[in-house]
């Protein structure tokens, strides 16, 4: 007996399967037959038999997972079975196929590969005058699209009087597909499943906005072909209340849309998610533009990648807005949190608007996005009411130092676009003067936002992330008029802090207001208190200039080597600030600095202790164990380290009078 050929099975499989086509056999050995023959070859044969609405309305809901994975080939069945399967039944085998896509296939990381590793260099993103469908898509992120793609046709499709509860069901399946996808997907794909999304989203609410280019589609859309009735249509309309639960359903989707897809931007050269705040930060001020290095703002104009970004903001932000939701309703969910809707099955379903949480991140994304096209595109539109005290402070806790992450002891492990977003939120009420209510705020308040800030300061991985959340801490202390409070949080800094780059902060804010004192001082109409005095400084002396002689004593030893090296930036602005003190003509002369010199005996507890380990560590780096420790790189920039310490050290020594 011989085996017969592949090319004469093809019409075997074609014909067993038009043999089997009802009422020749029962539904469901038809559907036997099709499983164990369906091919890629098949398909033309199947999509003529789907042309029976009533056969495809009978089992359509069957054909969903058969047909996934002959994708792309198969996605004029699957629009067949969307226009004329039972939309009721479809639908919930949709949702069903979307919670079962495996993001984290063999196939899908082989793909991802393919796609130029996009979501680890931006710039290298594929063309975005490409349409979607141009886009080489995985297994998984393709199956994810097309089943999208079914949705708004089911959905219109459905009449009953409760259709919020189909939609509910569909966004439960979508949100945590969607939250999956964008954490293993590369940006490109995520970007093309988002804009599926969106028209989902368009199609549903009804609105009429124009769609935002640049991404088109090839494929026609099939909301525009005619498509069978739902054959248990339900004649009484839905009430008011109806509609309202199906826009809520809608606004929380689109801040879960909108949190999902930010979180999943990679980054590249500092620049963060959308760089929100790196973009206000050189709109409103432009003449601190880091020198011989691109502003991120024409990074933006310039770069695919950064566009489409934009691009996809873009779209959800305007269908946010039609959704009518504002910005007042944002605001006051990230100031007062409504509780979690208890999920317990797909049964368990929101009975009101109320029910319907938006999502904290998203909304926070949401919110900084219109200010920031406000501030960036439209300058003179209508901006958001927002001070740092008592709104921002609270924005913050909600998304630095949560509980979720350790608290306090957590901050700078944030995901960084919540920190890009919350910053930019900051920097606008920065430059704004907003700074709220300060006389209504207690000094643990005032605190406490301060330590947030100073604490991302140091801690974020990002330089941009800490330079600016050190800006708005240092404009925030300097915004109050109570002298005390302001001492009060930097001797506290420099006591209890244990980062020393904060601590460097801190003699920067303390040098600040001394400056600041003085020109209150000379100016002949002001009588207020001046920090400047001995008993204030007296009281701080002791941190800005501690005892190092044991922390030091053991150098050039590798610890000692490790502790010193910490401490760098802290010794430094330490003796720059000493020396500012010593040479400075505008202190007053109530101000002692001979006498705290004497007082403190700062040569012998912090000076010479200096000066000595130093000497030792460069002569260990020039050829000790500290040298093969290092290596020569790391070694040389170590001894320029000291050499510049070295130089501070010489200069306070020659200022101190003899």
Not at 467 to 485: G, P, R
Request: glycine letters at 4%; proline letters at 7%; a negative charge.
């Amino acid at each position: 007996m011989t085996t017969p050929s592949i090319d004469s099975a093809r019409p075997n499989a074609i014909e067993a399967v038009k043999a089997s086509v009802p009422p020749k056999a029962e539904p469901y050995t038809f559907l036997t037959i099709l499983e164990s023959h369906l091919s890629i070859e098949v398909l033309p044969t199947l999509l003529e038999i789907l042309q029976d609405r009533d056969l495809t309305s009978s089992i359509g809901w069957d054909l969903v997972h058969l047909l996934l994975p002959l994708l792309p080939h198969s996605q004029s069945c699957l629009d067949v079975v969307a226009r004329f399967g039972n939309p009721r039944e479809v639908v919930l085998k949709v949702a069903e196929s979307l919670r079962k896509i495996d993001f984290a296939s063999e196939d899908d990381h082989r793909s991802a590969d393919e796609e130029t590793n996009v979501k680890s260099t931006p710039q290298l993103s594929e063309d975005p005058s490409k349409s979607d469908d141009e886009i080489v898509l995985s297994p998984s992120a393709l199956q994810f699209k097309s089943l999208v793609s079914m949705l708004p046709i089911l959905h219109q499709r459905i009449k009953t009087t409760y259709p919020s509860r189909f939609l509910a069901s569909t966004l439960k399946a979508v949100v945590p597909t969607f939250t999956e996808a964008s954490q293993s997907l590369p940006n490109i794909q995520t970007e093309v499943i988002a804009n599926e999304i969106i028209r989902f989203i368009k199609v549903i609410s009804g609105k009429k906005r124009p769609h935002l280019p640049p991404r088109r589609s090839t494929r026609e859309t099939v909301t525009t072909l005619e498509s069978a009735p739902d054959p248990e249509a339900h004649s009484d309309l839905p009430s008011q209340e109806e509609f309202s639960l199906q826009d809520r359903l809608l606004q929380s989707f689109c801040t879960h849309l909108l949190e999902d897809y930010v979180l999943s931007l990679s980054s590249f050269d500092d620049v963060i998610g959308l760089a929100w705040s790196a973009r206000i930060y050189e709109k409103l001020y432009p003449e601190k533009t880091v020198p011989h290095r691109k502003p991120v703002g024409e990074l933006f104009l310039e770069n695919s990648s950064l566009q489409e970004r934009d691009s996809t903001i873009g779209r959800i932000v305007a269908v946010a807005l039609d959704l009518n939701l504002s910005s007042d309703d944002l605001l006051h969910t990230l100031l007062e949190p409504a509780a979690p809707f208890e999920d317990s099955g797909d049964n368990d379903l929101p009975s009101s608007p109320s029910e319907i949480p938006l999502s904290l991140p998203g909304s926070l994304f949401l919110l900084t996005s219109r200010v920031a096209s406000s501030l960036l595109f439209s300058p003179n539109a209508a901006q958001l009411s927002l001070s740092i005290f008592p709104d921002y402070a609270t924005i913050m806790q909600r998304f630095v130092g949560a509980e979720e992450i350790g608290g306090m002891s957590g901050i700078g492990s944030e995901a960084e676009p919540l920190i890009d977003a919350a910053l930019a939120l900051g920097l606008w009420c920065m430059h704004r003067d907003a700074w709220g209510d300060l006389k209504g705020t207690s000094d643990d308040r005032f605190n406490e936002f301060l330590q947030r800030t100073s604490l991302l300061s140091a801690n974020s991985p990002s330089p941009r992330l800490r330079y600016y959340a050190h800006l708005i801490c240092s404009s925030v202390l300097q915004s109050t008029d109570d002298v005390n409070l302001r001492l009060g949080f930097i001797r506290d800094t420099l006591e209890h802090c244990p980062f020393e780059n904060l601590k460097a902060s801190a003699v920067g804010w303390l040098k600040d207001e001394i400056l600041k004192s003085r020109q209150l001082s000379v100016a002949s109409s002001s009588h207020q208190p001046t920090l400047v005095n001995a008993e204030a400084i007296d009281r701080i002396y002791p941190f800005l200039f501690p005892d190092v002689t044991t922390a030091l004593s053991s150098a050039p030893n590798p610890d000692s080597w490790a502790t010193f090296k910490s401490n760098f930036s802290f010794y430094v602005a330490g003796l720059n600030f000493y020396y500012f003190l010593l040479t400075s003509s505008t202190l007053p002369p109530s101000f002692d600095v001979t006498t705290l010199h004497s007082k403190y005996d700062i040569t012998k507890i912090y000076l010479d202790p200096l000066r000595k380990a130093s000497a030792s560590f460069v002569s260990d780096l020039q050829g000790g164990t500290l040298a093969e420790l290092e290596g020569e790189d790391q070694a040389q920039a170590g001894i320029f380290d000291l050499r510049l310490l070295e130089n501070a050290l010489d200069q306070v020594a020659g200022s101190v009078p003899s």
